[in-house]
């Protein structure tokens, strides 16, 4: 959830670069904290997947959620550029803030009607 949540803000960061404008320093730091909370947040994606399957079917089961989760990507990725020209750049981002939050909640709603069954590798 924190990484999800870390996610969504790192979308405000290329807002504010948006309005600022041309500036390398700013959007050098920027690209860092999107990269940083989107590699975390995948992380923590990819590990809530994992504690889904079924240790019998892990590999069908892990490959066919990851695909599944592909589909907003290839599905709403040609409708941003669309939405960019439309919007601009400062509200595209402010809107994939605000549009994060539903996903959230579903990820909230789930907490308790989800079992985690990892284990650690015993070495």
Same mark, same amino acid.
Not at 27 to 52: D, H, K, Q, Y
Not at 68 to 87: D, F, H, N, T
């Given at each position: 959830?924190?990484?999800?949540? !870390?996610? *969504?803000?790192?979308?405000?960061?290329?807002?504010?670069?948006?309005?600022?404008?041309?500036?390398?320093?700013?959007?050098?730091? *920027? %690209?860092? %904290?999107?990269?940083?909370? +989107?590699?975390?947040?995948? !992380? !923590?994606?990819? @590990?809530?997947?994992?504690?889904?399957?079924?240790?019998?079917?892990? @590999?069908?089961?892990? *490959?066919?959620? +990851?695909?599944?989760? +592909?589909?907003?990507?290839?599905?709403?990725?040609?409708?941003?550029?669309?939405?960019?020209?439309?919007?601009?750049?400062?509200?595209?981002? !402010?809107?994939?803030?605000?549009?994060?939050?539903?996903?959230?909640?579903?990820? @909230?709603?789930?907490?308790?009607?989800? +079992?985690?069954?990892?284990?650690?590798?015993?070495?």
């Amino acid at each position: 959830m924190f990484f999800g949540i !870390a996610q *969504a803000f790192s979308n405000l960061t290329f807002m504010a670069l948006a309005m600022v404008g041309k500036n390398f320093s700013f959007m050098v730091g *920027a %690209i860092f %904290i999107e990269n940083f909370c +989107s590699g975390m947040g995948t !992380a !923590a994606f990819m @590990a809530f997947l994992m504690s889904l399957c079924n240790k019998r079917y892990t @590999a069908t089961q892990y *490959a066919s959620l +990851s695909a599944l989760s +592909s589909i907003g990507r290839v599905c709403l990725g040609p409708i941003a550029g669309v939405m960019v020209i439309q919007w601009g750049w400062v509200n595209f981002y !402010a809107w994939s803030f605000i549009l994060s939050f539903p996903g959230l909640l579903l990820l @909230a709603m789930l907490h308790g009607k989800v +079992s985690f069954n990892v284990k650690i590798a015993e070495c």
